[in-house]
Each structure stands twice: as C-alpha cells, then as structure tokens.
C-alpha cells in the first residue's frame, strides 16, 4: 500500500481580503483578477462550493477545491427578541462560541460582532469581561459573522440582504489586540467586491489600545469608537484597566493626531452610565474639559446589568442631566436606546461560551500588549 504524504490544511478563503486571495491566484499561477470572481462568489452571492462559480474554468475549479475550502462558522442557535433585534450563538470549531446581534432601526440595520472569544481587559461594568479569555477570532471567523448573518436575515420575509447598513465591531473582545485578523475583515466590509459598505457605516470599538489605534488610522479609514466611561485616570483605571497602560492624557492625544491624515473623520466616545459611579455633575464638567479641541460626538450608554455585578443603571433624570450638560457645552451627545435586552444581546451581556479560560488569560494580555506596542 503505498502511504501519500499528509495534504497540508486547506486555506479558508472567506477571510482572505482583496490582497490576500490576489497573491493566493498569483502564487498559483492565475490571473489576479480571479481574485474579484471569487470574492464576489463568496460574500455577494453566498457560494461555498467551487462548482457553482461558474465563470471559472473546470480546471481552475478542480484546482482550488484541492488547497481551498469556503468555511463559515456554524450557527447554534438564533434567538429574536421583542424589539426585532436577533442574536445569533455562533460556534466555531473548536467548541468556542461567539455572538453577533442584529439591532433593526427605521433607518439603518446595524450589526454588532465579535473580534475575540471573551476578552482580557476585565473591564469591571461588562460581563464578556467576566467570562475571561480563550483565544482571537480568525479573519474568516469574524467575517464569518456578516457572512451568516447576511444570509439569514435574507430568508426572513420583508427582509433581504441591504438590511445591514451598518457594522459595529463592538461584540465579544477588544479588536484592537487582534488587529490581524480584524483588518481583513474590516478591507472585506468595504471592498466593492465583497460587502461594500461606507467607511462611515463600519466602526471600531476600543477600549484605547493606543499603538493599535494608531496602526488602524494608517491602514484603514472606518470610524472609530473609544469606551471611554470615565474622565479622570483614577476612576477609569478601576472602571478601564487598560487606562493603567494608555492613561487618559496619552490616549486623548492619539484622538487629537486621528485627525490628522483625514480632517473629516470623527471619533464616537462611549459612556457607560454607571449609577452613582461616573454619572455626577463634576464628571459631566471634567469631561467637557478633557474633551474639548476634538471633534468628537458622544454616546451615552445607560448601563445594562447582568448576574453578580454590584453596579446598577444611572437613572435617566440623571442621564438627562448628563446629556444636557454635555449638549450645552457644543458636543453632539446621543443615548443609545437598549436594544434586545430580553435576549441578553444589550452592550456587555454577550458573552457567549468560552472554554479554557483564564489562566492564559494574563500571561497573553501581557504579551499581546507588548506585542501591540509593535503595531504602529
Ligand atoms: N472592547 C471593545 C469593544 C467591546 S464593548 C471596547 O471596549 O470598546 C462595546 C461597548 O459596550 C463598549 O463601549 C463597552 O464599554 C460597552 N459595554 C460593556 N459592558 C456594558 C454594559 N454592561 N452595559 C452597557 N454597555 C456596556
């Protein structure tokens, strides 16, 4: 009998962007414009069998189902809530789960995803943190998100497939410590060839992983969202750990040189409203200080509670105070209507099934964020 050498893994190509799948054709000696085909295959149509790309050639076909694969995530379940907001439970292969929600508006449809399973920085208001840490999401696993949920809200009645005009990366983790694989998939959301979304319809949700914001404005040009929660060092470093690493001031200047490149961007900062914790009138004042010389906009979050937290939601005389307050001073200030909540896919109550946890979990906070100083 004779034994054939292992065939090495299949690459996934449902996470490689334009760039990526253009030197997978080049190195195999097609042409790059295969490249357009196939991602057109994958994302616009929804294709993951070779044989039904039928402008390519039997042959072509035959050789990519030999080193290629098309491979989505699986779905666990999908949950839809009274507001019509949807959760899907989405399982990766290795028994890992993750979570995406689809929020409706009259408007927009806005999908919020995840970048990694479970997260490091153990904010202290948000139960992902909690669950701790297993390990990144790959750039076809969070693609993976947009790709089923795409196709899902397509086979619902009334709905086709523009019902997401928005992409929030604001699920499960920090995507600025996976900044790898979350750029591709963020290239895949704009690219013409795949979702084609605006750079005003994709945002990026960080918790100030400075060298990564830095490392995204050089790259790419989607919006930015910071969770900022806090407007001194001493009460976000207890609420934002991270704030140890990249205090306020150091990440205030970041926001300032965002700008720089492209004057027309805006940064949104996010803020828990925590009750009695960051939600006083002083604090109202500290932020409008610390804040002003950018053009930011700012979204109040009214807190969303989950099992064990001893932290309770600000009232919303409290948030209306809050809001005036900020509005007065000249920033654009929202409050971000909870959404889903009967389903547990509000902001910080997506946590998902997270196996292996924790005790990884500080020895590679501390070597990713080393790793991330690198970024820029
Ligand atoms: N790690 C990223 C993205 C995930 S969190 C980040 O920190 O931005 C997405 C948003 O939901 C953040 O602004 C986060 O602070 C907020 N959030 C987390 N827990 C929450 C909770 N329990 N209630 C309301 N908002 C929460």
Known sequence: MINNPPLPNKVNLLGLDLAAMRQLFESIGEKPFRAQQVLKWIHEVGVLDFEHMTNLSKDLREKLSQIAEIKPPAVLSEKCAGDDTRKWIIQLNDGNCVEA??????????????????????????????QGFSRNLTSAEIIGQLWIAVRALSQKQGLHDHAITNVVMMGMGEPMLNYENVLPALNLMRSDFAYGLSKYRVTVSTAGVIPGIEALSAASDVALAISLHAPNNALRDKLVPLNKKYPLEELIATCKDYFKNEPRRSIVMEYVMLDGVNDHIEH?????????????????????????????????????????????????????????????????????????????????????????????
């Open 284 to 376: 109202a004042k500290q932020l409008v200080k610390l804040l002003r010389d950018i053009s930011v906009k700012i979204n109040l979050i009214p807190f969303n509670p989950f099992p064990h937290t001893t932290y309770q939601r600000s009232t919303d005389a409290t948030i209306d105070e809050f809001q005036r307050i900020l509005s007065k001073a000249g920033y654009i200030t929202t409050v971000r209507r909870t959404r889903g909540d009967d389903i547990d896919a509000a902001c910080g109550q997506l946590v998902g099934q997270v196996q292996d946890r924790t005790r990884r979990q500080e020895r590679y906070l501390k070597a990713r964020l080393s790793e991330s100083e690198n970024l820029s």
């Open 101 to 130: 929600v689809f929020i409706p508006a009259s408007n927009r449809g806005t999908l919020c995803i995840s970048s990694q399973v479970g997260c490091i920085l153990n904010c202290d208001f948000c139960s992902t943190g909690k």
